[in-house]
């Protein structure tokens, strides 16, 4: 049904069962939405798309925007119809259905009313997405290179590029949408594009304060690691719960009566520090404080923020009453990212019982290796036993299918430990110039977990399986840093194995994560992304 419903090639099975269940529901005279898969919309399509859905076919439902549609049955009738249609004005319909339909109180009233007009500037000179997405990246550099100044005027220019780049990057998907230039290329770089901004700035407000005399490169890391863990939580629950059977949460229907209430729903929006309030945030405190300052301010807001979100999803999950689907269960498995040692102990160890056992042994695996990298001396042994049992109990999480209500808390709790593992050993090693290193291994290291999610949303499926166990897998790679700690211990050639390590992975990672979206044959998806 071209203009309704269309199914790529590997999706039509799913499309001829749907049509089958379906006929044979009209068949019996069940009424459209009497089903046994309940459905908002009772078109032939809807329930098709609503049936393929609930049988784990993703289905994809882009905004159509604003339509008139009428059957006249006589002449007046018909001349309303025409009058109707004529009343419609086809550039400003364009131009409103240009901007995200649900996107942060900062970007819906201070970008969005003017950057959609510079959409359309762009349109009209024959731009493309990617090149105002290209363009973005590159202010945001130059903004990076402002901070890592270290002066006032530098981190004046710095807060304004920034805002300025967060101009062009909500530019880039208007203008996609007002042009109707959708590609998968275009979804990836705007998607990466923002992690490398906002990690590159990180960097840079580290470098400008260095030259003041402040080390901050474990306030910059830990900024980041606490943001990557933000989006893995929201990565994990969402894919967790897309195409779960039979939900009902009293959570989620408290949720849905408060959205009805205007004012808490931007409230509820700004609270969570999306990205346009978090970068506002960051450009004024670069512009008019320290580096130092607005790291705090980014760690206390986004620990707040995750704390908000973490404990609204754990609650959801603990009342509702779900059916997780096999699609739900691989897609979390292929976020924990685990490497040749956790899948080796999956299949040869045991599989523990009960619904709980997997985020259970998954937070227990990484608190004994955050905790050992904390409390033993650095470059102890100790710590390499830590990581053994990190690695052995991380394959203990995965041993059985993530169809639990907390198992979407598995992948969390691992790029918690990794990336906190990497960045107590660097802080405590006392060796000139490993944070930064930790900085760059971090990054790469969360590139390729970005990568994969990209890769499920886009439906694609995971990285594959040659890559992750070249790169170690995230209990791997823990305990390689794990080692390299007790064999350099307090020696400069620390930071040379660490820059060495982060290299490699974001050569390898690069490499293959470019040739796949260059050559993917992946359909362009219309995504409203997410806030955070």
């Known amino acids: 049904m071209p203009g309704a419903l269309t199914a790529q090639p590997e999706a039509r099975p799913a499309l001829a069962s749907a049509l089958d269940t379906t006929a044979e529901a009209g068949g019996a005279g069940v009424p459209a939405g009497s089903s046994a898969v309940p459905v908002a919309d009772r078109t032939l399509p809807g329930r098709l798309a609503a049936t393929m859905d609930a049988g784990g076919t993703a289905v ?21 119809a025409h009058g109707a249609r004529d009343a419609v004005d086809d550039e400003a319909v364009r131009l409103r259905s240009a901007v995200k339909a649900h996107d942060g109180f900062f970007t819906t009233f201070f970008i969005s009313p003017y950057s959609r007009y510079i959409a359309r500037w762009c349109a009209r000179r024959g731009l493309t997405p990617n090149q105002v997405t290209t363009a973005s990246l590159l202010t945001a550099l130059i903004a990076a290179g402002s901070a890592a100044t270290g002066t006032r005027g530098g981190y004046i220019a710095a807060g304004l590029l920034l805002l300025f780049s967060f101009v062009l990057d909500c ?3 208007q203008l996609a949408r007002y042009s109707l230039q959708y590609s998968t290329m275009g979804a990836w770089l705007d998607a990466t594009f923002d992690r490398a901004k906002e990690y590159a700035y990180y960097a840079g407000l580290a470098l400008g304060a260095a030259r003041g005399g402040d080390d901050v490169w474990a306030l910059a890391l830990g900024a980041m690691v606490l943001q990557a863990c933000r989006h893995v939580i929201d990565f994990s629950f969402n894919e967790a719960n897309h195409d779960a059977v039979a939900n009902s949460s009293p959570t989620a229907a408290l949720s849905d009566r408060l959205d009805s209430v205007g004012w808490t729903v931007w409230l509820r929006r700004m609270i969570v520090l999306p990205i346009g309030e978090r970068w506002a945030m960051i450009a004024v405190l670069t512009a008019v404080t320290t580096p ?3 790291f705090y301010a980014l760690l206390i807001g986004c620990a707040f923020a995750a704390c908000y979100t973490t404990a609204g999803r754990l609650l959801r999950s603990l ?29 040869v160890g045991p599989r523990l019982g009960g619904s709980w056992s997997a985020p259970a042994t998954a937070l227990l695996a990484g608190v004994l290796m955050i ?31 993530l169809k639990g209500a907390l198992d979407w808390l598995v992948p969390p709790a691992f790029r918690a430990a990794e990336y906190c593992t990497v960045l107590v050993l660097a802080a405590r090693s ?50 390689v840093v794990a080692v390299l700690a007790a064999v350099f211990t307090r020696h400069a050639a620390f930071t040379v194995a660490l820059t060495a390590v982060a290299v490699a ?13 260059v050559s993917s044959g992946a359909p362009a998806v219309h995504d409203e992304g997410e806030t955070a």
Request: charged content about 20%; hydrophobic content about 45%.
């Open 60 to 80: 994809q439902r882009p905004e159509l925007g604003s339509l008139v549609a009428a059957v006249p049955a006589d002449e007046p009738e018909r001349a309303a």
């Open 171 to 173: 530019t880039d998907g």
């Open 292 to 294: 130092r300052t607005v």
């Open 319 to 347: 009342t509702r009453k779900a059916e997780r689907t096999d699609r739900a269960a691989r897609a979390l498995a292929e976020l924990a990212d685990s490497g040749p040692i956790a899948q080796f102990v999956s299949v």
């Open 371 to 401: 905790a050992s990298a904390l409390s033993q001396p650095f470059g102890s042994w100790h710590t390499i036993l830590a990581a053994v049992v990190y690695a052995m109990l991380s394959g203990m999480a995965v041993s059985r299918p």
């Open 430 to 479: 006392d060796v000139q110039g490993a944070l930064p290193a930790a900085f760059g291994l971090v990054s790469a290291v969360a590139y390729h977990h970005y990568d994969t999610v990209y890769r499920i949303r886009g439906g694609t499926g995971a990285p594959p399986q040659w890559l992750v166990r070249t790169i170690g897998g995230h209990e791997g790679r823990t305990l």
């Open 505 to 517: 992975v974001a050569l390898v990672v690069l490499v293959e994560s470019i040739r796949f979206w």
